[in-house]
């Protein structure tokens, strides 16, 4: 066998299985129920927190003023905060699977 052939047979970043339970807390038989849970409250937070410190500038009666039950909107900021992280997440997973790819490659030629 070839190390090409060899190489070609360590599975693709793109192709790896993701189990979600791995990250979040469920119960069997409930997932539906938590995933929702989790993506109406994280971006919530997330928002809000955002709001909290960079809009009100961590001052609470500046926070008060401000339209917090506009709920979409602040979801709306929140999941764009939560997006841009696990899109860097991903990107540096990627890295880091290229890494060990090519390590493994270099590993396998000496």
């Known amino acids: 066998m070839s190390s090409r052939e060899s190489f070609n047979k360590h599975p693709s970043f793109t192709s ?6 791995d990250y979040f807390f469920t119960i069997e038989g409930y997932e539906g129920f938590f995933y929702t849970l989790y993506l109406i409250t994280i971006p ?29 909107v602040v979801w709306l900021i929140g999941y764009e905060i ?11 997973s990627f890295l ?5 790819t090519k390590n493994h490659k270099q590993n396998r030629h000496h």
């Open 44 to 72: 919530y937070i997330t928002g809000a927190v955002f709001l909290f410190f960079y809009v009100a500038k961590g001052n609470f009666s500046n926070f008060m003023l401000l339209d917090i039950n506009a709920f979409f």
């Open 16 to 21: 790896q299985e993701i189990d979600l339970s």
């Open 82 to 92: 939560v997006a841009t992280f696990i899109l860097i997440a991903i990107l540096i």
């Open 96 to 100: 880091r699977y290229d890494k060990k």
